[in-house]
């Protein structure tokens, strides 16, 4: 009886444990971006700062376009946010409920581009985007990735167990295709379309390659390439550069703040039908 009581407290200490292992880092870089310039200067650099120093915040927004860099990511990664939602929820109405010849072999093939590593398409996107002259535009960091198999592939397997009598009651009714989508199917799949939303603008939210590829001018820079312009600018004074880490780490906490649990559950509703 008390090593079934054990157990689990030990099971619990030891998820613990290696919570604080993998949060260290992030702990680490909150901490430090509040201590001096002597405190980080420090080895080893002590864990918790002996005051709440304000003034890297005050250099980093001063000193660099931090405001701008994550204001260009927000609008970017809700721009390809936005598109996914729309053309991934559609793309996958049209696979769960309508019929037409060759349906099953067309959604196999869609799902295979999520083999292609991203890596083989920035040549071509890179050179489609220079002709059609949109270097250092929006338009170019976020048309290529408005739309997304894995979008199409989590909202169809959602779409699936959505229950039958609701579309034949709505077909009594004279409801069409559009209707039901709108009336019926979006209504129901909050929370696929939470965990779509919120895992689209994380991913994009990070990007740094394709924004660095297309980007010549500093007002057009996203949040990760502005960290690096940072760190080259001052790469001594690593109380700055990690006040603006955090900086550009806080809406990624509010988001997962305010959506992890939509995430956890569309997920895991969307793993299997029935």
Known sequence: MIAKR??????????????????????????????????????????????????????????????????????????????????????????????????????????????????????????TIKDWGWMDSYQGLIVPFMAGAFGVFLLRQFFLQLPNELFDAAKIDGCGHLRNFFSIVLPLSRPALATLAVYVFLTHWNHYLWPLLITNRASMRTVQIGVAMLQHAEVMSWNLILAGVTLVLLPSFLLLAFGVKQLVRGITSGALKG
Not at 51 to 62: C, R, S
Not at 85 to 109: D, H, P, R
């Open 6 to 127: 054990i157990a689990p407290t030990l099971n619990y200490l030891l998820l613990m444990v290696l919570a604080l292992v993998v949060l260290y880092p992030l702990i680490f870089t909150v901490f430090s971006s509040f201590m001096t310039d002597k405190e980080v200067s420090n080895f080893p650099p002590p864990l918790f700062p002996s005051q709440l120093y304000m003034d890297n915040f005050k250099n980093a927004i001063v000193g660099f376009p931090i405001i701008r860099f994550i204001l260009n990511s927000v609008i970017v990664s809700s721009g390809i946010t936005v598109s996914q939602i729309i053309t991934s929820s559609l793309a996958a109405y049209a696979f769960s409920f309508l019929n037409f010849k060759g349906k099953n072999i067309l959604f196999v093939v869609f799902l295979s581009t999520m083999m292609i590593p991203w890596e083989v398409t920035i040549i071509p996107n890179y050179l």
